[in-house]
C-alpha cells in the first residue's frame, strides 16, 4: 500500500518551454534505463529476496523510483507547455507530437514504448542485485549525458538531484549485496541462488 | 470557480516555503530510512532519524491545515464540501 502526498521529491519549476530537451528527457520516464523500469524492478524484485532487510530496502528505494518518475513526468509536462506549432516543428518534436500531442507517454528518446523486457525479475536474490547495481550506474549514466544536452538551470538542477540519488541507490545496493554474502554458508558460498534452495545439491 | 479553490490555492502560493521546508527535511528522512535500511546499528543516524520525523510531524500539521491537505488520510477542514482535488497537486 503506498500513501500519495502532493509534492515532489524535489522542487521543479522551469519557466522557459524546450521541446528539444523533452524529447530527450522522456528516456528516463520510459526508456531502457529510465524511472518506470527502475520502480517495477525493485518492487517486482523484493518478492523473492531471501534476506528481509534487503527486501524493505527494494520496497524503499522502489518508493523513490515511483517520486522520479513524478519528477521527470513533471520536467517533460512544464517544457511542452504552451509550444506554437512552429517550435514543435522546429525543436523535432513533432514525431513525438503525432503520436502524443503534448501527453506524458513512457517512451525512450527515439520513440521506443515501455517495455519490461528493459528489465529482469530473476528469482535469485545475488542476480538481482547484480542487476540493480547495474541499473544504477545505467541510469546514472543517461542523468550525465541529459546534463551534456541540456543548458538550462531550471531543467540542470532536478536533473542533476536525481543523478546524485543513482549514486547513492547505488551505494545501497553495493552495501546490501555485502549482506547478501554474509547470509552465504560454507556449502553455499559460491552465490548460488539462496532463495531457491531445492535445486541445489 | 467555488470560494475554497480560491482559499487554498491562494493560501498555497504563500504556503511554498512552508511546503520546501517540508520537502526538504522529507528528502534527509528518506536519505536516512535508506542508510538505515543497511546501517541499522548507527545509532546516531537512528536518533537524526526520529528528530527529523518529529519535526516533520509539525511541518504537515501546518500545511494541512493553513494550505491544502499533503496526503489522503488527513481529516478535511468541513464536511460540507470535498476538497482533496480543488488545489493543485505536486506536478502543477
Not at chain 2, 527535511?25 to 536516512?32: H, P, R, Y
Request: aromatic share 12%; charged share 25%.
Amino acid at each position: 500500500m503506498w500513501e500519495f502526498e502532493k509534492r515532489l521529491q524535489y522542487p521543479i519549476n522551469i519557466k522557459t518551454p524546450d521541446a528539444k530537451a523533452a524529447k530527450i528527457i522522456i528516456s528516463q520516464y520510459g526508456g531502457p534505463d529510465g524511472e518506470l523500469g527502475a520502480s517495477l524492478r525493485y518492487l517486482s524484485q523484493r518478492y523473492s529476496m531471501s534476506n528481509k532487510k534487503v527486501a524493505g530496502l527494494l520496497t524503499d528505494i522502489g518508493t523513490e523510483e515511483l517520486a522520479h518518475l513524478e519528477m521527470i513526468g513533471t520536467i517533460v509536462m512544464q517544457l511542452t507547455k504552451n509550444l506554437s506549432t512552429d517550435q514543435i516543428i522546429k525543436e523535432g518534436f513533432d514525431t513525438y507530437f503525432v503520436d502524443h500531442t503534448v501527453g506524458v507517454y513512457p517512451q525512450a528518446a527515439a520513440g521506443v514504448p515501455y517495455t519490461a523486457a528493459f528489465m529482469q525479475s530473476k528469482g535469485d536474490p545475488i542476480t538481482d542485485l547484480i542487476e540493480d547495481m547495474g541499473a544504477e550506474q545505467k541510469a546514472r549514466t543517461t542523468y550525465d549525458n541529459i546534463l551534456k544536452l541540456v543548458d538550462n538551470p531550471d531543467v540542470i538542477e532536478p536533473i542533476k538531484f536525481l543523478r546524485q540519488r543513482e549514486v547513492v541507490h547505488f551505494q545501497r545496493f553495493g552495501e546490501a549485496l555485502g549482506m547478501l554474502r554474509d547470509d552465504l554458508d560454507s556449502k553455499n558460498f559460491y552465490y548460488y541462488n539462496p532463495s531457491y534452495k531445492n535445486g541445489c545439491k | 470557480m467555488n470560494r475554497n479553490y480560491d482559499y487554498y490555492c491562494n493560501n498555497r502560493d504563500s504556503g511554498n516555503n512552508l511546503l520546501l521546508d517540508i520537502q526538504r527535511i522529507s528528502f534527509a528522512i528518506d536519505e536516512l530510512r535508506l542508510f538505515l535500511d543497511t546501517h541499522p546499528c548507527c545509532k546516531e543516524a537512528r536518533v537524526l532519524f526520529n528528530e527529523y520525523v518529529e519535526k516533520r510531524k509539525e511541518l504537515v500539521e501546518r500545511y494541512n491545515k493553513e494550505v491544502t491537505p499533503l496526503g489522503g488520510y488527513v481529516q478535511q477542514e468541513n464536511d460540507d464540501e470535498w476538497q482533496w482535488n480543488d488545489c493543485a497537486f505536486g506536478w502543477r
